[in-house]
């Protein structure tokens, strides 16, 4: 078992409610849209077939396909190339320990979404679960499918897997699943508790574009949007180490921005370190060749409470102020917009910290002030949210 750690923003002062925005945060990419959603339920002749076997866009088709063997997922696929810049898991004892470890064997008929399956190291061990009702795994890359729809164990239920072969990175894939009514079983629940049938399991890729999936998951969670519709649902991630480092940075290190800021605002992480420990690397990952591997599993619980009134605010003055980050804050609230330099004494007033603090030592409780008395200013620019961010995210 791994170690983990919870980071928790202590807002025990806060008791603002976080009022719902009716707009998605969620401008997706500028790669082009499968045009139709395929799906494969995998029971064969007593179920239907939507997909035309072809690949998604950006997705090389391979000919020679291995079968399975028998001998476990790592030793089928040695031949075949990763899919470049993806690390996924394949040994199923870590893929075990993983699920367990996010708290999915703990759920009631659980319905996994599950982006960037890959073969299915980790729908493997989900379907193993039998408190786990559907994975819906989702993986656009022609070489894996043969692996992912051998993921459910022969004379299981074949409801149980659905394999969507569209691009994980588009937001269309995600509607069209609910259209398709594959998350019908989910019910709607209040958002003081946390969801107990409804889980996300994401292996993210090496890539920018992983990188705006989840910072668009993330952010969705603020509005109570996407499948936040349905309450207060947890994810579990297992990504670059590099990544989580960046966004558990403390303020005042070279690696805190605003990403740093939004993560605990936003939700309790637990971090689980050592996948990068496994040797040798072949047996536990299926990755291209030369690529290290330093992994960590994060696990994701919206929090009830966001202390900011209006976080379309707190992400103006974030994006405005990191841009000078090494400078003092009041000199950053200043440049937010003409005249802002008259709300300094007020959040002095407030609370915030004394001194010359430089924007990348500022707190979470002094970024509550600055974007709460930035939101009740009558003068502050009537657009305050960036629809083109998500194009070139930079956390």
Request: hydrophobic share 40%; charged share 25%.
């Amino acid at each position: 078992m791994m170690k983990a750690t919870t980071l928790v923003f202590n807002r025990a002062q806060s008791t603002l409610l976080f009022a719902p925005i009716t707009r998605s945060f969620c401008s997706c990419s500028t790669r082009q849209a499968p045009k139709a959603l395929k799906v494969n339920n995998v029971s064969g002749s007593t179920g239907h077939k939507l997909d035309n076997n072809t690949d998604g866009p950006r997705t090389k088709r391979f000919k020679k396909v291995i079968k399975n063997t028998g001998k476990g997922l790592a030793h089928d696929m040695a031949e075949l190339p990763a899919v470049s810049r993806r690390v996924t898991l394949t040994d199923p004892d870590a893929a075990r320990d993983l699920v367990r470890e996010w708290g999915i064997d703990k759920m009631h008929d659980a319905i996994v979404v599950e982006p960037y399956a890959g073969p299915g190291g980790l729908t493997r061990a989900l379907l193993e679960l039998k408190n786990v009702k559907r994975v819906i795994a989702i993986e656009e890359a022609y070489r894996y499918r043969t692996y992912l729809e051998a993921a459910l164990p022969p004379g299981d239920d074949p409801s149980r897997l659905a394999v969507i072969t569209s691009d994980p990175f588009q937001w269309e894939t995600y509607t069209e699943i609910e259209e398709r009514g594959l998350l019908k079983d989910v019910e709607k629940v209040s958002w003081d508790q946390v969801h107990p049938n409804l889980f996300l399991a994401c292996q993210l890729p090496h890539t920018r574009h992983g990188e705006q999936l989840f910072v668009q998951f993330l952010l969705t969670s603020a509005g109570k949007m996407w499948y936040y519709q349905y309450g207060r649902f947890q994810m579990g991630y297992l990504g670059p180490d590099e990544y989580w480092s960046k966004l558990t940075a403390p303020p005042g290190s070279t690696k805190h921005a605003k990403l740093a800021v939004f993560l605990p605002m936003l939700m309790q992480a637990e971090r689980y370190d050592g996948y990068h420990d496994f040797e040798p690397l072949d047996e536990y990952f299926h990755r291209p060749k030369g690529k290290s591997v330093k992994l960590s599993a994060i696990k994701l619980t919206p929090n009830v409470r966001v202390p900011v009134k209006n976080f379309e605010s707190l992400e103006y003055c974030t994006r405005n102020m990191f841009i000078s980050k090494a400078q003092p804050w009041r000199k950053a609230v200043a440049a937010l917009s003409p005249g802002a330099e008259n709300l300094i004494p007020a959040m002095e007033k407030a609370g915030i910290t004394k001194g010359d603090v430089k924007v990348r030592d500022l707190t979470l409780e002094d970024w509550t002030i600055i974007a709460n008395i930035f939101d009740d200013w009558p003068f502050r620019p009537a657009t305050l949210f960036d629809e083109g961010l998500f194009s070139s995210w930079d956390p």
